[in-house]
């Protein structure tokens, strides 16, 4: 999960990081009262969780109340990389000297955090050539890495001590929190040679999000998906016209990637899980059957735990009760596989033994 600046920049605050003044907003009404009580000038932003927003025209400089009512729209219209507004931040302006970088990761090849710092920031980091990398192992970073990585930066009093206890702050949110990434780029020096953190990036560690209930207010999810939950199954909506059942994670995932290399468009990932009934997966199909979108549904599942036949049962029932009228393209294997192919005959469902030749007929019907 990846949070937007506004959310990152919560946290931030709540861990001492420096920030400068700011709001956020969902429409124009909203904006006009932020506006306010900001007061000019301030920086329009964008919230997407992409990159790249300076360059597509998502962040804007607004010195009074006649730019405000031409930018905000302008800002709140835009699409980057595919993502629509999601909020719009209202932020002071800032006097800035000097733009650094700064971010932790969770670098899973050495089962450790890492560091990565440089004196060049408000770009991509991929570009910047001199970048100071430390390990830091689990642990918080200590007063002493943190204070070295201030001197290879060249950074000197005031300012290196409060870039040390910013990196201090990130290390301990990072770690509270079980993040893969926080990262700050610019983290900016001020004219005065304080620190503050201009942008924001959080990225969660999926399997210990059950550990932290209170990130859950910052997942953003479909009605359906929250549907999915309660019934306790994984639905993820996207944007094609395949959808996407098979139980495992790692195999729906897999399916997905096979779909999309063959020229289909997945409209969901839906993974009934290790423990799914008839009824569950009845109740999976019933909330396909609300997907406008969808026109055809892959299958692929593999019977160790859930028995195929399961499957099979909520497939017959759900065309029993003409919940689903789609073509459905399914390659069933594993546990009492054999069984369920026969229930099956003669139904809309199309029975087939591989994966790869499911998908290709699943990306011909719904072309057809």
């Known amino acids: 999960m990846q949070l937007l600046e506004f959310q990152a920049k919560e946290l931030f605050r709540e861990y001492g990081i420096n920030l400068l003044e700011s709001i956020s907003s969902t429409n124009i009404e909203d904006g006009r009262k932020h506006a306010k009580e900001l007061g000019y000038p301030f920086v329009i932003k964008i919230q997407v969780p992409v990159g790249g927003?300076?360059?597509?025209?998502?962040?804007?400089?607004?010195?009074?109340?006649?730019?405000?009512?031409?930018?905000?729209?302008?800002?709140?219209?835009?699409?980057?990389?595919?993502?629509?507004?999601?909020?719009?931040?209202?932020?002071?302006?800032?006097?800035?000297?000097?733009?650094?970088?700064?971010?932790?990761?969770?670098?899973?090849?050495?089962?450790?955090?890492?560091?990565?710092?440089?004196?060049?920031?408000?770009?991509?980091?991929?570009?910047?050539?001199?970048?100071?990398?430390?390990?830091?192992?689990?642990?918080?970073?200590?007063?002493?890495?943190?204070?070295?990585?201030?001197?290879?930066?060249?950074?000197?009093?005031?300012?290196?001590e409060q870039f040390v206890d910013t990196l201090k702050k990130l290390s301990k949110l990072t770690i509270e929190k079980e993040a893969e990434l926080v990262e700050i780029n610019p983290l900016a020096i001020m004219q005065d040679d304080t620190i503050m953190a201009l942008d924001g990036k959080f990225v969660t560690d999926d399997n210990s999000n059950f550990r932290h209930p209170e990130l859950q207010k910052y997942q953003e999810k479909t009605e359906i998906e929250e549907q999915a939950e309660k019934s306790g199954f994984s639905l993820v909506e996207l944007d094609g016209d395949i959808a996407v059942v098979g139980n495992g994670a790692g195999l729906v995932m897999s399916t997905l990637d096979m779909l999309s290399d063959n020229g289909g468009k997945p409209a969901c990932f839906l993974d009934v899980g290790g423990g799914a009934t008839t009824e569950s997966v009845y109740e999976a199909l019933t909330l396909i059957s609300k997907l406008d979108r969808v026109k055809g549904i892959l299958v692929n599942l593999y019977g160790g735990i859930v028995k195929t036949t399961v499957v099979a049962e909520a497939f017959l029932k759900a065309y029993e009760d003409n919940l689903i009228d789609l073509p459905v393209f399914s390659r069933l294997k594993g546990t009492e596989s054999d069984k369920a192919k026969e229930m099956l005959q003669g139904s809309r469902t199309k029975i087939f033994d591989s994966v790869e030749d499911a998908i290709n007929a699943a990306v011909m019907g719904v072309k057809k």
Not at 104 to 127: D, H, P, W
Not at 138 to 152: F, I, N, P, T, Y
């Open 53 to 160: 927003r300076g360059k597509a025209g998502g962040i804007q400089k607004c010195q009074n109340d006649d730019e405000f009512e031409l930018k905000y729209p302008q800002v709140m219209d835009l699409t980057i990389k595919g993502e629509k507004a999601r909020a719009i931040l209202l932020e002071k302006m800032a006097d800035i000297k000097k733009e650094l970088y700064l971010s932790l990761f969770l670098n899973r090849s050495k089962r450790c955090y890492t560091i990565i710092a440089s004196a060049e920031g408000g770009v991509e980091i991929e570009s910047v050539k001199n970048q100071i990398i430390k390990e830091v192992g689990l642990g918080h970073v200590s007063d002493e890495l943190a204070k070295e990585v201030a001197k290879e930066m060249g950074l000197e009093g005031t300012t290196a």
